[in-house]
């Protein structure tokens, strides 16, 4: 069966501590990796897609990196503006569903 | 703006009551999905659809149902059959294989 997992549930940071989050998958053949940011009462906005093991993807202060197992979310030097909630999802290449992780709620005091 | 919009915002269910959740997009995109969000747990698929006029079961689709007549359009009913609907309710949609775009959401509460 399918399985992403993210961790840590929670991340307090203060601003500027830079740190990352892990989101490990268990898939039957990868097709993509996303990731969303999502904000309270608000859907999940997209922000890159990793394909293949070693692969980067740089958006501001986030970088997003995948290898065969997992892919992490680095946040260098955050602002109170990156508090979101982060999740991840796998695309299983053996169907149409994705495969969602529980998210890590950030939180970034000034 | 090219988007989804989702509506009510905000929905109030009464005992035995059916309640129907509203989708549309207008990305041209082919698939349409609706998830249940709630609390501590990954977003989980309820139904998705990859053409008109068709659709599939997701992981918990038990106690609710959807149609497809219309590319742009992808309606959620909630009936009582589903009898823990309170949840936070999103729709997607996507090309095959694309990253999935989302609505706002619906916040569904049983009164």
């Known amino acids: ?5 993210q961790s840590p549930e929670a991340l307090r940071l203060q601003e500027g501590e830079s740190s990352s989050l892990n989101c ?3 898939v039957s053949g990868l097709r993509g990796l996303f990731w969303y940011r999502q904000d309270p009462g608000k859907g999940p906005e997209f922000l890159f897609t990793l394909y293949s093991a070693g692969e980067e ?9 995948l290898t065969k197992k997992e892919s992490f979310l680095h946040i260098t030097a955050p602002k109170p503006e990156d508090s979101a909630t982060y999740l991840c999802a796998a695309d299983p290449s053996n169907d149409y569903k994705l495969s969602f992780g529980a998210g890590t709620t950030v939180t ?3 | 703006d090219g988007g989804i919009t989702q509506s009510p915002k905000y929905l109030f269910r009464k005992e035995g009551q059916n309640v129907t959740l509203s989708c549309e997009q207008n990305l041209n995109h082919d698939a349409m999905y609706w998830y249940r969000q709630d609390p501590g ?9 990859q053409i008109v006029n068709d659709f599939q079961k997701g992981d918990i689709a038990e106690g609710y149902s959807v149609s497809r007549e219309k590319k742009e359009s992808f309606p959620l009913t909630v009936t009582s059959a589903q009898k823990n609907p309170t949840a936070f309710y ?4 996507s090309m095959v294989s694309q990253p999935q775009h989302f609505g706002d959401g619906t916040r569904l509460s049983i009164l």
Do not use: N, P
């Open chain 1, 24 to 26: 490990s998958y268990t």
């Open chain 2, 90 to 93: 999103l729709c997607a949609s």
């Open chain 1, 108 to 110: 970034v005091r000034a």
């Open chain 1, 1 to 5: 069966e399918d399985q992403v997992t």
């Open chain 1, 57 to 65: 993807k740089e958006k501001e202060r986030l970088k997003a990196t």
């Open chain 2, 41 to 49: 747990q990954g977003l989980r698929l309820i139904y998705y659809s």
